[in-house]
């Protein structure tokens, strides 16, 4: 499966971004899907992952409450909805894909190439 992340950009404090991962190459709906995001000098770091159906969701702590994953199986797309969002999210996020859902970066084989979010003060 092919993934290509999109909808990034630069935002303000407190605001909003909806980022898409678009897969092609294999029916999506065998996959579970996983954002992950790296800042600059630190490593990548879980954000959030959802089951093929999308019935599970985890997420990572610091941003339960104001980041939503989902999925539309239908058009092969996973959303990362991030709200209120702060100067500390500011990374490249990367969607990822696999068999099974997972919240390590060793439990994805398939990875998109990046979008970058700035979220400034």
């Known amino acids: 499966v092919q993934l290509q992340a999109s909808g990034g950009g630069l935002v303000q404090a407190g605001g909003s971004l909806r980022l898409s991962c678009a897969a092609s190459?294999?029916?999506?709906?065998?996959?579970?899907a996983g954002w992950f995001r790296q800042a600059p000098g630190k490593e990548r770091e879980f954000v959030a992952a959802?089951?093929?159906?999308?019935?599970?969701?985890y997420y990572t702590d610091s941003v339960k409450g104001r980041f939503t994953i989902s999925r539309d199986n239908a058009k092969n797309t996973v959303y990362l909805q991030m709200n209120s969002l702060k100067p500390e999210d500011t990374a490249v996020y990367y969607c990822?894909?696999?068999?099974?859902?997972?919240?390590?970066?060793?439990?994805?084989?398939?990875w998109g190439q990046g979008t970058q979010v700035t979220v400034s003060s």
């Open positions: 990822a894909a696999d068999r099974a859902i997972g919240t390590t970066i060793l439990a994805y084989n398939y």
């Open positions: 190459g294999r029916t999506f709906s065998i996959y579970a």
């Open positions: 959802i089951g093929r159906i999308g019935v599970s969701t």
